[in-house]
């Protein structure tokens, strides 16, 4: 059953990553030339920041859920 | 019985390939109801969306694609012997279904949604890109749809519910005129608290003006990444723990989530104000998009224990 979770969950952090990176040419080009992050632009602070904070927010949340279930 | 006896003769060709896990797996993906009708939706919403950037389908290959998910992850939790096999589509609806994206495609190559028009046509055209789904209505008959949807209601209703507010770029430029008003006059009331010397320009993108930094609110920073982030966590929040949810509360906490992620950003934009009207002026210059990034997880972290035992069926009691 845990492999059946795990498998579900990778499989939709992979949907949800394929989607972004699909849409991040429509929606961050406008603002690629008004925003300068530093040594990247922003589309690509966009995608970085996106899949860094989806892993440690998917990370937590898996932290918690153990906890809350071993709680009861 | 001539269907369980194909299926042993399945099961015992895969016993010789496979070892047990993989095989088990194999037989669960075969037995999931409806599991090509949703298999080859979303292969064609991924093909249309890949050779036809216009009709940009994020919404509906992500919509699409949670169905396929939820639909296999209940498959794995029931035994063998309550699944149902679904009966072969007819190649005649397979024809139609082929015959209907072809036909969708061959419009927007032909131009159907590029070039700048009215608002109300942009609105109907953009609004017609959902018609992407509409050929896999061909791929069963009206009973079967009804079997469908007894099996699978609850999880329509999701992929429903993410088709129409996955990542809602249009409802966010519609609504900006007056939601970046609201967005700008939010963060002016709250940096006007310990910044009084602070100045609102109520222009289409507000700016406020303090003693050492301007900060003009741009379309970018409406918070639509912040809803994006919520909705991709949510999303695999709801595929780990679907049999134990309480659907109804679920959908609550999902648009409550994204009403905090809103409320996230307007307290991101003042304290990137008030932090660059101190010396560290040029470090949120250069990292406020990493920065809006850790506050939009960390309040996802602090949403969650807020409601995910009341989302549990556990709580209804």
């Given at each position: 059953m845990k492999k059946v979770r795990l498998a579900a969950f990778f499989l939709t952090l992979c949907l949800s990553s394929l989607c972004a990176y699909a849409d991040h040419d429509h929606d961050d080009d406008r603002d690629k030339d008004k925003h300068k992050g530093g040594k990247t632009d922003a589309t690509e602070m966009s995608v970085l920041g996106l899949a860094a904070a989806s892993v440690l927010g998917a990370g937590s949340y898996l932290v918690y859920r153990r906890r809350a279930r071993a709680r009861g | 019985m001539a269907g369980s006896s194909a299926l042993e003769q399945n099961e015992k060709a895969l016993h010789r390939l496979f070892p047990a896990g993989l095989r088990q797996a194999i037989v669960k993906v075969n037995q999931t109801p409806y599991l090509p009708v949703l298999a080859l939706t979303l292969g064609a919403v991924c093909l249309d969306s890949w050779l036809l950037p216009?009709?940009?389908t994020v919404a509906p290959a992500f919509s699409c694609g949670l169905l396929l998910i939820l639909a296999l992850r209940s498959s794995f939790n029931k035994s063998l012997s309550t699944l149902i096999t679904t009966p072969p589509i007819a190649p005649w609806r397979l024809c139609c279904f082929l015959g209907l994206h072809l036909a969708l495609m061959s419009a927007a190559f032909a131009g159907l949604w590029k070039g700048t028009h009215s608002t109300g046509v942009a609105m109907a055209l953009a609004a017609s890109k959902?018609?992407?789904?509409?050929?896999?209505?061909?791929?069963?008959s009206r009973d079967a749809w009804r079997h469908f949807d007894g099996i699978y209601r609850a999880h329509w209703i999701a992929a429903a519910i993410a088709l129409v507010s996955f990542f809602p770029l249009r409802i966010f430029s519609m609504a900006w005129p007056w939601y970046g008003q609201l967005l700008g006059r939010s963060v002016f009331a709250l940096a006007h608290l310990f910044v009084p010397a602070t100045q609102y320009v109520a222009t289409l993108t507000p700016t406020l003006v303090g003693p050492n930094l301007e900060v003009t609110i741009v379309?970018?920073?409406?918070?639509l990444q912040g809803i994006k982030l919520f909705q991709i966590l949510f999303t695999l929040m709801l595929v780990m723990d679907w049999d134990e949810l309480n659907r109804r509360r679920a959908m609550a906490a999902y648009f409550g989530g994204l009403g905090a992620m809103l409320i996230a950003n307007v307290i991101r934009i003042t304290l990137l104000f008030l932090v660059g009207n101190t010396s560290l002026q040029n470090s949120v210059l250069e990292y406020h998009l990493t920065g809006g990034w850790i506050l939009f997880t960390l309040a996802f972290i602090a949403y969650l224990p807020a409601t995910y035992r009341w989302m549990l069926k556990k709580a209804k009691a």
């Open positions: - | 216009d009709l940009n959902y018609l992407i789904l509409l050929p896999t209505a061909v791929l069963l379309f970018g920073c409406g918070g």
